[in-house]
């Protein structure tokens, strides 16, 4: 999450829209066009943005009374954008990267909807994020609605368990009336049966409930992306996710296969949810070759591409966002890091980032891997 130090601590509370930056001075407005300034602490300027104040003109920031800093909410010049909605879950995966809490955060909800109403230049996609966002589905068709209004172009990615999507009346309250094609659900699914799902999520039931939302979602005509998180239980049994994959859920428009992003409850069970990719390439090859046999589109996350085997790099995403994204010394003459994910930020495992292979132009022209 970026901020930006402000000179004085904020007298209000809120999301707002920047709408200047002149000197270190930010003009804000927010929804009823009220608008006023603050100034930013320069010598806290990050390098490489438009203005040297941090803040860009367009940036959507959340100010809080008595706080010194704004809290940079979206950026339209980021690759990637999020909605954060909710810190409560109904599963707590092994490797879960943002620890869920029990508290009611509906203001989370509300503050999502402020930020889409503010900004002027809507992204490509944006993803919704939780915790679990189907835990309010009311709350979620909101936003839904929102956001298919006021940015009709932008498609709208989904993160959820979808095990409440399993209930037919919260399916039928979130999905019937949805235009088909304009959301995108993105599930995770850790194996075809529910002795290792249900371990993995740490949730009794959860493998069928999870099916039954995949059902309901397809029902509903939804587009839905399946995920995977490579923690060893998940690479033990990959190929065989990918057979069950293939012959049950052929409906899915494409199967994310990803490394874990070391954080979280990832940090408490590393040696099992943190793996290194060339641990795996063998499974990763097995895994995409049987997906493709069924007509299904993987697609590799989260992964220094160096580490991907050859033939599988076609099939790598550069997933990690913008602010969390992050690369080595090695990286920096590496022909391949225009494609690469690299690393999250906060990474110091030395498990993704040891062993890097940095493919680079020779003097003659030549490849040297
Ligand atoms: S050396 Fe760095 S940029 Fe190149 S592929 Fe590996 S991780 Fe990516």
Same mark, same amino acid.
């Given at each position: 999450?970026?901020?930006?130090?402000?000179?004085?601590?904020?007298?209000?509370?809120?999301?707002?829209?920047?709408?200047?930056?002149?000197?270190?001075?930010?003009?804000?407005?927010?929804?009823?066009?009220?608008?006023?300034?603050?100034?930013?602490?320069?010598?806290?300027?990050?390098?490489?943005?438009?203005?040297?104040?941090?803040?860009?003109?367009?940036?959507?920031?959340?100010?809080?009374?008595?706080?010194?800093?704004?809290?940079?909410?979206?950026?339209?010049?980021?690759?990637?954008?999020?909605?954060?909605?909710?810190?409560?879950?109904?599963?707590?995966?092994?490797?879960?990267?943002?620890?869920?809490?029990?508290?009611?955060?509906?203001?989370?909800?509300?503050?999502?909807?402020?930020?889409?109403?503010?900004?002027?230049?809507?992204?490509? =996609?944006?993803?919704?994020?939780? +915790?679990?966002?189907?835990?309010?589905?009311?709350?979620? !068709? @909101? &936003? %839904?609605?929102? #956001?298919?209004?006021?940015?009709?172009?932008?498609? =709208?990615?989904?993160?959820?368990? +979808?095990?409440?999507?399993?209930?037919?009346?919260?399916? !039928? @309250? &979130? %999905?019937?009336? #949805?235009?088909?094609?304009?959301?995108?659900?993105? =599930?995770?699914?850790?194996?075809?049966?529910?002795?290792?799902?249900?371990?993995?999520?740490?949730?009794?039931?959860?493998?069928?409930?999870?099916?039954?939302?995949?059902?309901?979602?397809?029902?509903?005509?939804?587009?839905?992306?399946?995920?995977?998180?490579?923690?060893?239980?998940?690479?033990?049994?990959?190929?065989?996710?990918?057979?069950?994959?293939?012959?049950?859920?052929?409906?899915?428009?494409?199967?994310?296969?990803?490394?874990?992003?070391?954080?979280?409850?990832?940090?408490?069970?590393?040696?099992?949810?943190?793996?290194?990719?060339?641990?795996?390439?063998?499974?990763?090859?097995?895994?995409?070759?049987?997906?493709?046999?069924?007509?299904?589109?993987?697609?590799?996350?989260?992964?220094?591409?160096?580490?991907?085997?050859?033939?599988?790099?076609?099939?790598?995403?550069?997933?990690?966002?913008?602010?969390?994204?992050?690369?080595?010394?090695?990286?920096?003459?590496?022909?391949?890091?225009?494609?690469?994910?690299?690393?999250?930020?906060?990474?110091?495992?030395?498990?993704?980032?040891?062993?890097?292979?940095?493919?680079?132009?020779?003097?003659?022209?030549?490849?040297?891997?």
């Amino acid at each position: 999450m970026r901020q930006v130090r402000l000179s004085e601590a904020a007298l209000v509370s809120g999301v707002f829209r920047v709408e200047r930056v002149s000197q270190g001075t930010v003009t804000l407005a927010d929804g009823r066009c009220a608008v006023f300034e603050v100034k930013v602490v320069k010598a806290l300027a990050l390098p490489g943005l438009l203005h040297s104040s941090g803040l860009e003109v367009g940036d959507v920031v959340k100010l809080d009374e008595g706080q010194a800093r704004a809290i940079v909410c979206f950026r339209a010049s980021d690759r990637h954008h999020t909605l954060f909605v909710t810190n409560q879950c109904n599963s707590r995966c092994l490797m879960c990267s943002q620890p869920p809490t029990p508290q009611e955060d509906g203001w989370l909800f509300r503050e999502a909807m402020e930020i889409v109403k503010l900004v002027t230049a809507p992204p490509a =996609v944006v993803g919704v994020s939780g +915790g679990e966002p189907t835990l309010h589905p009311t709350r979620l !068709r @909101a &936003l %839904l609605n929102l #956001l298919h209004l006021r940015w009709p172009e932008t498609q =709208v990615e989904v993160l959820t368990n +979808g095990r409440r999507l399993g209930d037919e009346q919260v399916a !039928r @309250a &979130l %999905l019937e009336g #949805l235009p088909p094609g304009r959301t995108n659900w993105l =599930v995770p699914l850790y194996a075809g049966n529910d002795e290792v799902h249900d371990f993995v999520v740490q949730s009794p039931g959860a493998f069928d409930e999870t099916i039954g939302g995949l059902m309901n979602l397809q029902q509903f005509e939804q587009a839905i992306q399946l995920r995977t998180v490579l923690i060893r239980p998940v690479i033990e049994g990959l190929v065989e996710w990918g057979r069950f994959v293939g012959r049950n859920l052929p409906f899915v428009q494409a199967v994310a296969l990803m490394a874990t992003e070391p954080i979280g409850f990832a940090l408490a069970t590393k040696d099992m949810s943190v793996v290194d990719v060339l641990e795996y390439g063998r499974e990763l090859a097995n895994t995409v070759a049987e997906l493709e046999l069924f007509g299904l589109t993987p697609v590799l996350m989260n992964m220094p591409l160096c580490k991907v085997p050859a033939p599988l790099r076609a099939h790598a995403a550069v997933s990690i966002s913008d602010w969390k994204n992050d690369f080595a010394p090695e990286c920096e003459d590496c022909e391949l890091k225009p494609r690469c994910s690299g690393f999250f930020v906060w990474d110091n495992t030395a498990i993704y980032r040891t062993g890097l292979k940095p493919v680079v132009r020779g003097e003659m022209g030549r490849i040297h891997v």
